[in-house]
């Protein structure tokens, strides 16, 4: 049987610390100084059509040959083409699904959140409107809640000056109609409380509508107004 060419059992190769390498010798390749390492289970010199390989004689031991390397791709099975289509669509498919499996995970919660989200701008909304009816309040129409006083009163206790019916529950709101001492209102809404002091929402015989302060009313005992 014939001996296969490898640099190990060719006469040009000189063996090196370095475990299945050696240096090529042969002075047709390389200068006597020049030392080229090469594979003792290759063929290095081999150019297609032609080598330097040159036999060992017979006396001379040859090195034991290098144990090949371990690589994955030494372990993995041949495939044939069909085959290897086969494992490259399922390698596909996994990575499709993993790809899925990280867009959809997150979203997951999204209708909790989303309902959570609502919430919050259900309250937010509640609060606004909460606002905005305080406002309106505070402009004409009666806060709700507040303890409603008798249905009559008369304007009193205000020293002869008489009291304001006034747009808003404040001293500098705007006037509306100044009622005299004694005049007749209507109490048509809820308390407010402002500036220190409690105002009522009454409408006088016109039909004015607007705030006065509590200490400035008493109670109507059937006497007339004296604006009338």
Not at 130 to 140: D, I, N, S, V
């Amino acid at each position: 049987m014939a001996v296969k060419p490898r640099c190990f059992n060719c006469r040009h190769f000189q063996p090196s610390p370095l475990h299945g390498q050696g240096w090529c010798r042969n002075p047709l390749l390389y200068h006597e100084r020049e030392r080229s390492l090469v594979d003792a289970n290759k063929l290095s010199c081999d150019k297609r059509f032609y080598n330097y390989w040159e036999p060992r004689d017979g006396d001379e031991p040859l090195p034991p040959p290098s144990p090949p390397r371990f690589t994955l791709v030494q372990k993995l099975p041949s495939l044939n083409p069909g085959q290897a289509v086969y494992y490259y669509a399922i390698a596909i498919i996994l990575v499709l699904i993993g790809i899925g499996l990280v867009l959809i995970l997150p979203t997951a919660g999204s209708p909790s959140a989303s309902a959570g989200q609502a919430a919050a701008t259900s309250a937010a909304a509640a609060g606004t409107a909460a606002a905005a009816a305080t406002a309106a309040g505070g402009a004409g129409a009666p806060p709700p809640g507040a303890t409603r006083a008798p249905a009559t009163v008369r304007v009193g206790n205000t020293g002869g000056d008489g009291a304001c019916i006034r747009q808003d529950p404040s001293r500098g709101a705007k006037c509306l109609a100044a009622k005299p001492d004694g005049s007749a209102l209507k109490i048509t809404g809820a308390d407010s409380q402002a500036e220190g002091r409690v105002w009522r929402y009454v409408d006088d015989e016109k039909g004015t509508s607007g705030w006065v302060p509590a200490e400035y009313l008493i109670a109507d005992t059937g006497t007339p107004s004296a604006g009338r």
